[in-house]
């Protein structure tokens, strides 16, 4: 189970080689300030509706562990390159903005600040648009699951994510 307190501590990224009852890998990360640093193991999981807990100032959401196996290596490729990606396209446009665009701030201040927000949360939408797409491509391994040995709860408002 990933727990993690203050961005310390372990979390779920990644969803992997869907299959067609819905399951997929997802790695078990040790992370320091949310930013994966090593990976743990990768894990099949497959979603539990019913066990999820669902109030207005807590959610957590339930899954079925099918399977454990040692780290996903593309699926720990692309992690590591989506969280360089990112730390580079966040210097990017702080140079953007401190370096380029600092002349404009007294005429352009507030807009080029609602910009700069977008612009710099940009590349976090980007997971969404290819889980939404590898979830349409179902791997043909396995058609029939396994039986749902045990059960993993994730931390509070957190779902497995790539």
């Known amino acids: 189970m990933a727990q993690a307190?203050?961005?310390?501590?372990t979390a779920f990224?990644?969803?992997r080689e869907f299959?067609?009852?819905?399951?997929?890998?997802?790695?078990?990360?040790?992370?320091l300030c949310f930013v994966p640093i090593l990976p743990l193991r990768s894990i099949r999981v497959i979603r539990n509706p019913s066990a999820d807990t669902?109030?207005?100032v807590y959610t957590s959401?339930?899954?079925?562990?099918?399977?454990?196996t040692r780290p996903?290596?593309?699926?720990?490729?692309a992690t590591y390159g989506f969280a360089l990606f990112c730390a580079f396209w966040l210097v990017f446009v702080f140079w953007l903005l401190v370096v380029r665009l600092s002349p404009d701030w007294q005429r352009y201040g507030t807009p080029l600040v609602f910009g700069a927000v977008f612009l710099a949360a940009a590349p976090f939408f980007i997971p969404l648009?290819?889980?939404?797409s590898s979830k349409f491509r179902v791997s043909p391994r396995?058609?029939?699951?396994?039986?749902?040995?045990?059960?993993?709860?994730?931390?509070?408002?957190r779902s497995p994510r790539h």
């Open 61 to 68: 959401e339930s899954f079925h562990v099918l399977e454990t």
């Open 129 to 132: 648009l290819w889980r939404r």
């Open 5 to 9: 307190i203050n961005g310390i501590g």
């Open 72 to 77: 996903n290596l593309k699926q720990v490729l």
């Open 19 to 31: 299959r067609a009852d819905g399951s997929y890998i997802t790695t078990e990360w040790f992370i």
């Open 142 to 157: 396995s058609p029939v699951p396994p039986p749902l040995p045990q059960e993993l709860n994730t931390t509070p408002s």
């Open 54 to 56: 669902n109030l207005v």
């Open 13 to 15: 990224y990644g969803q």
